[in-house]
């Protein structure tokens, strides 16, 4: 990874946080894209002094397509090309169908599916002129499972996962990979809110018995994120306990 420039959306915290911490331990230049801007610079200077990477944060609302094409723009400038996208940023905005609100319907959309569109689109353009490139989708098992009171957050994420293989397909001949990784009950700010028993619970449906930690998660990413996985594209991995087979 020494060299390799690699761009993490939503990277600021998190699992984001958690694959640029991997990727930058492996030698990567980090490039955080956030809408929450001065956590995204914290993180990206503690990162460079840690690991003795580049990293720089970059205030970036991956809906808004102006927004990503003047953060490739800059990428270009500051770091010479984009090697690995990853594209993490994400949201929930949970409730029964019947109950939904219109506009949580739209935003979860327009960030989790839209977003993963639109950065595939802009940074796509890069990678396919320097004819290499790795794109990794953050899913999520519920994409493939369905849960109730997650109706756009499920859908959303099923996207990714069509998208994903259809970035292969158009991708592949200029020697672009991409893939995905759905995490199943990853612990993170968003599971804490859950109560203890809630989180036994959760543990019960899954084989290996517990929750997976946002590590477990980067790690895979990193891994097709890497030349390891050269002969690997358009599929999604499960990082979830055997929760789904
Ligand atoms: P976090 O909320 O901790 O991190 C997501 C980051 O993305 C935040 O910094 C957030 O900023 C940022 N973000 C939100 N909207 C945008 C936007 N429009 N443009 C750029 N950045 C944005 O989430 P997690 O780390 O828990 O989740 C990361 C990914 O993993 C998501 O795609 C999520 O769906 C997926 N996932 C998580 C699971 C879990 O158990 N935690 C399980 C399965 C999948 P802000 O806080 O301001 O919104």
């Not at 990503?68 to 090697?83: H, L, N, P």
């Not at 970035?167 to 700010?189: C, D, H, L, W």
Request: charged content about 20%.
């Amino acid at each position: 990874m020494r060299g390799k420039n690699a761009v993490i959306t939503g990277g600021a915290r998190g699992i984001g946080e958690a694959i640029a911490t991997v990727l930058a331990k492996m030698g990567a230049n980090i490039l955080i894209w956030d809408v929450l801007e001065d956590q995204a610079r914290e993180t990206a200077e503690k990162l460079a002094k840690e690991h003795g990477v580049k990293a720089a944060g970059y205030s970036v609302d991956v809906t808004n397509g102006a927004s990503v094409d003047a953060a490739v723009d800059s990428a270009v400038k500051d770091f010479g090309g984009i090697d690995i996208l990853i594209n993490n940023a994400g949201i929930t905005r949970d409730g029964l169908i019947i109950r939904m609100k219109e506009e949580d319907w739209d935003k979860v959309i327009a960030i989790n599916l839209k977003g993963v569109w639109q950065c595939t689109k802009s940074v796509g353009k890069v990678m396919l002129k320097a004819r290499k490139g790795s794109i990794v989708n953050i899913a999520s098992v519920v994409g493939v499972m369905g849960n109730a009171g997650q109706a756009n957050y499920s859908a959303s994420k099923a996207g990714v996962i069509g998208l994903t293989k259809t970035s292969a397909k158009e991708f592949a001949s200029r020697g672009v990979r991409v893939n995905a990784v759905a995490p199943g009950y990853i612990q993170t700010a968003m599971t804490d809110k859950l109560t203890e028993e809630q989180q036994q619970r959760m543990a019960t449906l899954i084989p290996l018995g517990q929750l997976g930690t946002p590590e477990d998660v980067a790690d895979a990413v990193a891994f097709l994120a890497s030349s390891a996985a050269r002969y690997i594209t358009g599929q999604t991995i499960n990082v979830c306990g055997g929760m789904v087979m």
